[in-house]
């Protein structure tokens, strides 16, 4: 009895620190989820302005070769008018002027030469001034195109930098996303170091009251829980992402017609638990490269669009009917929250933000509130 007492003590003793370590570490786990959210955000926040900057610096590639096609026929203008003068002015002094002219210089009276005169040099001033309207334009446009190469260049310079300022953020969250995967190893161990020291306590406990009854109960060796796989299934394979098909078609009469948001293996199977344990799945998971773009399923109105803990960056689209579809663990968000969307159109780029061990998108369907199985609504090529 006595020995059992002071093992039930010394269990005490461990328990409360064990739960103490695991206090201290969930906080630090907070602190880093936290700091893993911002960077998401933040990278998501760059990678849709470096988006921006790509359809800028396009536009002003367009611009810029408008502007140089404008100069170029406004060149081929003046060249044309310069010969034209040139001609003009080598007639006049072989001839005395273009068809016509030398009958009327003929004249030998004096008055009659004057008013011919006069004549032939309004023509001149008229040509002249065709030749400096031309120059002008000209020299508008060229001013336009340094604008435009101006402007061009700008772009590029501020798309270097907002990829570089991304380049250092992607390293960053990455270094975070191990802070938080260590510490979630951690917290555990640490739990489960926690919940074997509660059981001994409880089994002391029970030891002291038997003892106690003067009565001895062996007790059964505990059961033996066999381990779950690590790794989900492969239900199937999306080789084609969702296009503009079901455009302006309600979505309660999709079932089974539906392309998946991207191209990718996909894995887990509704209903059934999670190989991580704690969970079964609500939806599936497309496994895809970084960066690789998700289009909306169907037409509808964004909901959502922001960070969300255990989804990293979240995308819901509602489409009526009491239909809601969600675009989980995306590097980026490229929709906001009020947007219409279109069928097809590029809402996010697919990554793994939220701690997710990879890269990939979480998708799921829901019809007031209850997830549904999407495997019955994506149509498989």
């Known amino acids: 009895m006595a020995s059992s007492r002071s093992d039930l003590d010394a269990v005490k003793s461990r328990l409360r620190s064990a739960q103490a370590e695991v206090a201290d570490t969930e906080s630090t786990h907070a602190e880093a989820a936290k700091a893993l959210k911002q960077a998401d955000v933040a990278v998501s ?12 610096r396009k536009n002003a590639d367009a611009a810029v070769l408008k502007v140089e096609a404008s100069l170029r026929e406004t060149e081929a203008q003046v060249n044309t008018g310069r010969e034209a003068l040139a001609n003009w002015l080598r007639r006049y002094y072989q001839y005395g002027g273009e068809p016509g002219v030398a009958y009327l210089l003929s ?13 032939l040099e309004q023509i001149g001033r008229e040509k002249q001034a065709i030749i400096t309207r031309l120059r002008e334009a000209m020299a508008l446009q060229q001013k336009q195109q340094a604008e435009a190469e101006a402007r061009r260049a700008e772009v590029a310079r501020l798309e270097a930098v907002q990829r570089r300022e991304m380049a250092d953020l992607k390293k ?47 007790r059964p060796p505990p059961p033996v829980s066999t381990p779950k796989s690590s790794s989900e299934p492969v239900v199937g394979a999306s080789r084609e992402s969702a296009d503009s098909s079901t455009r302006g078609k309600a979505f309660g009469g999709l079932r089974g017609q539906l392309k998946p948001p991207l ?9 059934a638990d999670r190989a991580s344990g704690g969970t079964s799945w609500k939806g599936i998971f497309i496994r895809a490269n970084s960066g690789e773009e998700v289009h909306a399923v169907a037409d509808g ?12 960056n979240l995308i819901i689209i509602d489409h009526g009917q009491g239909y809601l579809t969600v675009y989980g663990n995306n590097d980026a968000l490229f929709k906001s929250n009020g947007e219409r969307v279109s069928a097809g159109e590029v809402l996010a780029a697919a990554g793994d933000s939220g701690g997710n061990p990879e890269p990939g998108l979480y998708f799921e369907i829901r019809h007031q ?5 999407p495997m019955d609504w994506i149509r498989l090529n």
């Open 45 to 56: 926040r760059i990678l849709r302005r470096v988006r921006e900057l790509v359809r800028e």
């Open 107 to 119: 004249a030998r009276e004096p008055n009659q030469l004057a008013r011919d005169a006069f004549y």
């Open 172 to 218: 960053e969250r990455a270094r975070r996303g191990q802070i938080v995967a260590t510490l979630a190893k951690e917290l555990k161990v640490q739990k489960q170091v926690v919940a074997d020291l509660q059981r001994d306590e409880a089994r002391l406990r029970a030891l002291m009251v038997e003892l106690e009854k003067a009565r001895a109960r062996p």
């Open 263 to 271: 191209r990718g293996a996909i894995i887990g199977r509704f209903g």
């Open 301 to 312: 109105e964004v909901v959502f669009s922001d960070w969300l803990r255990g989804f990293g």
């Open 369 to 373: 509130g209850r997830p549904v199985d």
